[in-house]
């Protein structure tokens, strides 16, 4: 293991922080296997009652996916990363166990998804969340299936095509942030959140997240389904690894 994971416990909340903070947190697949492996050991150990998921730095609590490891992708892996993430997503989805996210700058792409997956936001005024994968050449599938759910049609087209960032100001309104706090206070009110959550009986909350996962299913494996076949297509096309190799020409000539 490559400690891109790091957990704690504090009393009944586990806190896991997504830890490649010279990469501003971005998913490569040992990160996502890592976290995986976090989310279920929080499960399976009774003693822990809530979790919050932030990021290591104060810079991003995650850029999204590291385009070091997508630009070599084929169509045939595109298919592959879609099942790694249906893997991680689920657990987001169906653990019985709530969790807060306690955002820390950027939250993009994939990242925003998984803000998104947990059951609250605590940001601060300098977070920015978005999906701008667009701007990269990758379609977005799970991205809009998720945003719909929570902010309806009309603003998932707006994100989803433009690939513009919300300010914490205008996602608070939204209503994708949970709580807007002083940046120093971020931590301190996502674990107090989860220490009220973690207090709630265990058998109700389990029951509640069970349904709320029903509610969504069809629209998530539709969207993990149509992921598969779009981004198969996508990367056969080689749109997106000639953006993505634009994108670090014009980084090293910068």
């Known amino acids: 293991m490559a400690d891109y994971i790091l957990t704690e416990s504090i009393g009944v909340v586990r806190r896991i922080t997504l830890n490649r903070p010279d990469r501003l947190n971005a998913w490569n697949k040992e990160m996502r296997d890592e976290l995986i492996a976090a989310l279920d050991g929080a499960e399976a150990e009774t003693a822990v009652r809530a979790i919050v998921l932030t990021g290591a730095g104060d810079r991003a609590f995650g850029a999204g996916q590291d385009l070091n490891e997508s630009k070599g992708f084929d169509a045939a892996r595109a298919g592959l990363w879609m099942a790694e993430w249906k893997a991680l997503y689920n657990r987001f989805r169906l653990g019985a166990k709530p969790i807060v996210a306690a955002l820390n700058g950027l939250a993009a ?73 002083a940046e120093d206070q971020v931590q301190a009110v996502a ?9 709630q009986p265990p058998g109700a909350m389990r029951l509640d997240r069970q ?21 198969t297509e996508a990367y056969a096309s080689g749109e997106p690894q000639a953006m993505m190799e634009d994108f670090f020409a014009a980084r090293r000539k910068s």
Request: charge should be negative; proline fraction near 2%.
């Open 191 to 199: 674990l107090a959140l989860a220490e009220e959550l973690a207090a």
């Open 109 to 181: 792409g994939s990242a925003f998804q998984v803000a998104l997956l947990c059951d609250f936001r605590v940001a601060h005024a300098g977070v920015t969340l978005g999906q701008p994968e667009i701007k990269a050449g990758i379609p977005t599938v799970t991205g809009n299936w998720i945003m719909r759910e929570m902010i309806g049609l009309a603003r998932t087209v707006d994100l989803t095509l433009t690939g513009r960032m919300l300010d914490a100001e205008e996602a608070f309104a939204f209503g994708l942030i949970s709580r807007l706090v």
């Open 211 to 231: 349904r709320l996962a029903e509610v969504t299913q069809a629209g998530f494996d539709d969207a993990m389904e149509a992921g598969t076949r779009i981004q």
